[in-house]
């Protein structure tokens, strides 16, 4: 598939997390997001507009945290980086996505959501 300028990729069927900030409309980015549907703006569009399931996990901030929640997705084990530049075009990461191995997947809600409690904020 093509991710805009980054080029063309072959993608792993899978799992995949991305991290990436709507520091003013939350919401209203998201839902854009999950419907895989308009214009594609972002490296996640285009993505999104081939996923076969769609899930988010919302993290409110007043503060950009994006660098900070992608480092934490990058240190689980089972995780890799499949497309350098991708979401990350205005930082220093590597990367904004995140293939998940299965031992991955499983640990990601766990990584940000105290059981029982809702999202932490780092």
Known sequence: MRI??????????????????????????????LTGQGKKRWHIDHLMAVAE??????IPSEVDIECSLAGRL?????????ITGFGSSDCRCRSHLFFLAPQAAARVKELFTPAGEGAERP
């Open 4 to 33: 805009g300028k980054l080029g063309v990729f072959d993608l792993e069927a899978g799992r995949y997390a991305y991290v990436g900030s709507a520091l003013n409309g939350l919401e209203a980015r998201t839902r854009r997001h």
């Open 53 to 58: 399931e769609r899930e988010a996990l919302l």
């Open 74 to 82: 990058r240190s689980l084990p089972g995780a890799s980086e499949p």
